[in-house]
């Protein structure tokens, strides 16, 4: 191509929301690289302001139809922070299966039907469902099961409504839960499957090492619930300290705001959890891991994908344990105390598919919500999606326009971002503020 | 996280009139009809579907049909359809009708415009999940919108006042197209709306 050109790709497909990419090269070199974030604000904290916190989960769960149930979690997790409340174990564990149906839910959607039409050579998944249907309809009976589990487990297949402090408002029967059992069961091969279909594809090549950041559970399970941040740098950051480990920044191209982390950029998501929890995997993931050639130490965006059907499987095995510990005792468990009932300001965390989910919540004595801020995965993947971006292009400069374009897309697309998500208000003040 | 494992159906080997062994979801989960509602119920009317489903919940449904909630997802349609469901899609829908107005019309109605965008994800368009269906052969005969005119689909809480007034006779309206869609009828005894134009799914789906 020649040695001065512009691509622009308006709204790029298989992500959620609009974004575009802009690439300027001049005289062969890249001059600008940017991913534009050009959805409208959606206001995300002031829909909560002035709101009882009771109702804060049931409002954030519709922030987005793929991570309702992690910011239902994340939202329940700050009022819970803020209130004093700890709630008992089946609670967190009824709690953490529902996260394991979304999990399982989001990154089949993704794998399947954004990624892996690429990996096959066709233009989107209806192509790709003429050519392989059985691949196709696989997909269909997971993401099926994994909305089954969140419909056993919170009355509600997507956006829940079961969420309160200290406890859960629907809890399953146990038929439900033995139908649910029979269901995983009968899923087995066509999770096996799915691992051995994405061990079959090979991933471009594009290393960058960038810092990682993961919310640790406190028990040493996977990553999923929350917990101290842990960042590939070695330092960790208690949760109420989440500012400290993440700092945000308002860009011109971006209706986003973008993050940055100790020293640069920041990847959040699959591929950071299986960097830093590899060994928190359960044993049938980690033998996916195997099958998917992947160690920790992964530096490639690309295997984002890769990584995301290891924990499709953790999920998925997860969801069978977590199942069976119900099965053996069904009876729902009483809401916690409230220790605080006069409010506070609470931080909740969770690692939603894309990443760290943060929601922070200033609750007033008449239990009414002060103020609220909420950190997208999204929005701390940006900053790292472009500087890939600027690392990687220029070795490709040479080549066809059309054929940097769909790198730059499937660039994007790997990390799974989910842009209306990302974009909400930036600096919010409440009317008064001091 | 350590309990022994419990698979209640392993091996029942039940089998269907025809011989057949039923699977896990005809053997555990004898659904035949799933009422689908999708939408946003932050942006106005655009819940209508959501809603309504929701109200016919609460009223609770005959034996053979269950609610399920899809969000913004209309590929739950497939997902269903796959598992050998009827579909009833509640969803609102620009048709041409007054605000509040229902129509319905099977989902492999060639009046259906084609797919308008390449496949995104909360941004996945019906006829593109139509088109879908029809490349895996997945039988759209089975479903059926159950459409709702709205008035206001933009950001905020709540039904507009023309659908809200329209609320008892929507909820009536869908309660009886469970019931005849169960009995193997068409939702209504009425002809479907023509759709002057087409049909336009609302923004949610």
Redesign the interface.
């Known amino acids: 191509m020649g040695k001065t050109s512009s691509i622009a790709v308006h709204h790029v497909?298989?992500?959620?929301?609009h974004g575009n990419i802009v690439i300027d090269l001049r005289d062969g070199r890249l001059a600008r690289c940017d991913l534009e974030i050009v959805e409208s604000p959606?206001f995300f904290e002031v829909?909560l302001k002035d709101r009882p916190y009771e109702e804060a989960p049931r409002?954030t769960c519709?922030i987005?139809?793929?991570c309702?149930v992690g910011h239902a979690t994340a939202s329940v997790h700050a009022i819970e922070a803020a209130l004093g409340v700890k709630p008992g174990p089946r609670t967190r564990?009824l709690r953490r299966l529902n996260m394991c149906g979304e999990w399982l839910q989001s990154h089949i959607?993704h794998a399947y039907?954004?990624v892996a039409p690429d990996a096959f050579g066709a233009?989107?998944?209806?192509p790709l469902?003429?050519d392989h249907?059985d691949v196709?309809?696989r997909a269909?009976?997971l993401?099926?099961l994994a909305?089954e589990i969140c419909?056993t487990v919170s009355g509600?297949?997507?956006?829940p409504i079961s969420y309160q402090a200290g406890g859960m408002s629907y809890w399953p029967t146990l038929p439900e839960l033995?139908?649910m059992?029979?269901?995983l069961?009968?899923a087995r091969p066509d999770i096996d499957a799915t691992v051995d279909l994405f061990a079959t594809l090979a991933w471009p090549q594009a290393e960058r090492v960038v810092e990682c950041l993961v919310a640790m559970d406190e028990d040493g399970a996977y990553p999923m619930m929350g917990g101290t941040l842990h960042s590939s740098t070695g330092k960790t950051f208690p949760v109420r300290s989440y500012r400290d480990a993440m700092h945000e920044y308002l860009v011109e191209h971006s209706a986003s705001k973008h993050v940055k982390g100790q020293d640069g950029t920041l990847r959040v998501g699959a591929l950071p959890r299986f960097n830093l929890a590899y060994d928190r995997l359960h044993p049938r993931a980690q033998l996916a891991a195997q099958k998917l050639n992947l160690a920790p130490g992964l530096t490639n965006p690309f295997l984002y994908t890769a990584a995301q059907v290891v924990e499709a499987v953790q999920a998925f095995e997860?969801a069978?344990?977590?199942t069976?510990?119900l099965?053996?005792d069904p009876s729902p468990e009483d809401r916690a105390p409230i220790a605080h009932p006069r409010g506070g300001d609470g931080v909740g965390v969770c690692e939603v598919p894309r990443g760290t989910l943060i929601h922070e919540y200033d609750i007033g004595a008449d239990g009414r919500i002060i103020r609220a801020n909420c950190i997208i995965p999204t929005g701390q993947n940006l900053a790292s999606i472009e500087e890939d971006m600027r690392a990687f292009i220029p070795a490709i400069v040479e080549k066809p326009k059309a054929e940097i374009a769909h790198f730059a897309e499937m660039l994007v697309r790997a990390y799974d971002p989910?842009i209306?998500c990302s974009v909400h208000v930036l600096n919010v003040d409440f009317a008064g503020d001091e | 996280m350590s309990a022994a494992c419990i698979v209640p159906y392993a091996g029942r080997a039940a089998l269907a009139a025809d011989g057949r062994r039923l699977t896990v979801d005809e053997e555990i989960d004898p659904v035949v009809l799933s009422v689908v509602g999708i939408g946003n119920v932050l942006a106005g009317d655009d819940g209508a579907g959501v809603e309504l489903a929701e109200a016919l919940e609460r009223a609770g449904l005959p034996p053979g049909a269950r609610v399920r909630q899809a969000g913004s997802d209309p590929l739950v349609v497939l997902e269903e359809l796959e598992a050998g469901r009827q579909v009833l899609l509640l969803d609102a829908c620009r048709f041409g009708g007054k605000p509040g107005a229902m129509t319905w019309m099977r989902l492999d109605d060639p009046r259906w415009p084609a797919a308008a965008s390449p496949l995104s994800l909360h941004g996945l368009d019906l006829p593109t999940v139509f088109q879908l269906a029809r490349t895996l052969h997945l039988p759209l005969e089975k479903a059926w919108l159950l459409g709702v005119q709205p008035a206001a689909t933009l950001g905020g809480r709540g039904l507009s006042p023309a659908v809200a007034n329209a609320w008892p006779h929507l909820v009536d309206g869908a309660h009886r197209a469970v019931r005849r869609l169960l009995d193997g009828l068409a939702p209504a005894d009425t002809a479907p709306a023509p759709a002057a134009g087409g049909v336009a799914a609302s923004p949610g789906a």
């Open positions: 497909t298989r992500v959620e929301g959606r829909l409002i519709r987005c139809g793929i309702s564990g959607l039907f954004l233009s989107s998944v209806i469902a003429g249907p196709v309809t269909l009976r993401k099926r909305n419909y509600r297949h997507v956006m033995e139908a059992r029979a269901r069961e009968a997860e069978v344990v977590l069976d510990a099965l053996a989910c209306s």
